[in-house]
């Protein structure tokens, strides 16, 4: 079975700081790594993707994450926030093989000061 | 432009009520599923379809049913016997090679 850990149900930054989102994983297969964004009654929005390739992961909008098997953690970074970033997000994993069932953390909500 | 549609965008439910959420895709993704999403629970996968005609449970179906009578639609009935139904459903469809397409949801309201 897989699962995933999101370590923190709201993260506050100042706009221009680094924002860190934690996310920890369990899986008995090679894994797929997800990162999506969630703005107000929206949909998904994949920021970034690991798949069994490079393990530092370049998104969109500036966010990266490194795969790390030892840890078994894929943790979001950006090197400096942005008002526009403040949105929840959601770290999910699914196997590389077969059905590949998307399995969500429980979302992480960050927030940006002025 | 490709992607998936979601309608309505809001609705409201009466006790003992059946509807029907719809979801479309101009994708021509195989696999479609229904996603609920509760604040502070994430995503939870109700039903999946990997193919038309043929549909799977997924973890929390009870008081869900859903047909594939055509590879773009994935309608999703919430039926009198979910009790707790208010939530935000979402829709998505994959690709072979693992990327998942959203829709822009539905929020239900039992009123």
């Known amino acids: 079975a897989q699962s995933v850990t999101q370590l923190g149900s709201h993260v506050s930054v100042s706009e221009g700081a680094l924002v860190l989102l934690r996310c920890n994983y369990s899986?008995?297969?090679?894994?797929?790594l997800f990162w999506y964004v969630q703005y107000p009654n929206q949909g998904l929005q994949l920021l970034l993707k690991?798949?069994?390739?490079?393990?530092l992961v370049k998104g969109i909008n500036g966010f990266e994450a490194e795969f790390k098997k030892s840890e078994t953690s894929f943790h979001l970074t950006k090197p400096s926030a942005h008002m526009s970033d403040a949105a929840e997000y959601f770290c999910?994993?699914?196997?590389?093989?077969?059905?590949?069932?998307?399995?969500f953390g429980t979302g992480t909500r960050l927030l940006v000061s002025p | 432009d490709g992607g998936i549609t979601q309608s309505p965008k809001y609705l409201f439910r009466k006790e003992g009520q059946n509807v029907t959420l719809s979801c479309e895709q101009n994708?021509?993704?195989?696999?479609m599923y229904w996603y609920r999403q509760d604040p502070g629970q994430g995503l939870r996968l109700i039903y999946y379809?990997?193919?038309?005609?043929?549909?799977q449970k997924g973890d929390i179906a009870e008081g869900y049913s859903v047909s594939r009578e055509k590879k773009e639609s994935f309608p999703l009935t919430v039926t009198s016997a979910q009790k707790n139904p208010t939530a935000f459903y979402l829709c998505?469809?994959?690709?072979?090679?693992?990327?998942?397409?959203f829709g822009s949801g539905t929020r239900l309201t039992v009123v």
């Open positions: 998505a469809s994959k690709t072979a090679s693992g990327g998942y397409t």
């Open positions: 899986s008995s297969v090679p894994p797929y």
């Open positions: 690991y798949t069994s390739a490079a393990t």
């Open positions: 999910a994993v699914s196997m590389n093989t077969g059905f590949q069932k998307l399995v």
């Open positions: 994708l021509n993704h195989d696999a």
């Open positions: 379809s990997q193919i038309v005609n043929d549909f």
